[in-house]
């Protein structure tokens, strides 16, 4: 009996520590073997990513187009973040919510994860297809969080939500970073009709936010 709750015991410690030593260390190997310069433009954006409204389809773009670095590098970075989250989520779900300040953290984003699961009912009949395609679509909070929240609302297993969320986290974000490079390369041959195109999905996007803060305020009234 002593043997057994022993090794639940370590089994638990080891399912809330691998994540973060896996995380720190691999981004530890990329700081001492990417260049200085190179490095310094890079932890700031996987830093932010972790603070929302930021997200995977504004800082991979910025790395690429603003800061120059690899579409892959970058790409493959975010998802892992993603990965990493998820990893520690479907392990320790419970767990963290007990954790003073991260627990209330959680919760208020189980809030919104109970939002997303009615926002998007598609994901619930799809299940392991859908959850691939809400991390993989760049949606707003759609990373390996809210996914791991969703997966759990819809009551996919652990197993299936980590690595659905691991195929969507790769997807999309090397969908993300070819489409920021496409996009660099097409400036340097069209500046102007570049410049036109950016103004006009600024614009686009502008509009989008306006009708949204609208609907908004008629549903409190």
Do not use: H
């Not at 949606?139 to 939500?161: A, C, E």
């Not at 614009?203 to 409190?220: D, E, T």
């Amino acid at each position: 009996m002593k043997i057994t709750l022993k090794s639940k015991i370590l089994i638990g410690l080891v399912k809330f520590f691998a994540p973060f030593i896996l995380g720190f260390g691999v981004f530890g190997v990329l700081g001492l073997t990417l260049e200085r310069s190179l490095w310094m433009k890079f932890w700031p954006l996987i830093t932010g990513y972790f603070f929302p409204p930021l997200g995977k389809e504004t800082i991979i773009p910025s790395g690429v187009l603003v800061f120059g670095i690899p579409p892959l590098l970058m790409a493959l970075s975010v998802a892992f973040v993603d990965i990493v989250v998820a990893l520690f989520l479907v392990w320790n779900y419970d767990l963290a919510k007990k954790i003073p300040f991260l627990g209330k953290f959680m919760i208020n984003i189980e809030e919104k994860g109970k939002d997303f699961s009615q926002k998007y009912g598609w994901v619930k009949p799809l299940r392991f297809i859908g959850i691939v395609l809400f991390v993989m679509v760049p949606f707003q909070g759609s990373g390996g969080l809210v996914g791991s929240i969703v997966g759990r609302l819809i009551g996919m297993k652990p197993r299936n939500t980590f690595f659905a969320i691991t195929i969507g986290a790769i997807i999309g974000c090397l969908l993300i970073a070819t489409f920021a490079q496409a996009f660099l390369i097409f400036a340097e041959i069209n500046t102007m009709l570049t410049l036109i195109l950016v103004a006009g999905i600024a614009f686009v996007i502008i509009l989008y936010f306006i009708s949204k803060k609208q609907r908004a305020q008629k549903k409190k009234t």
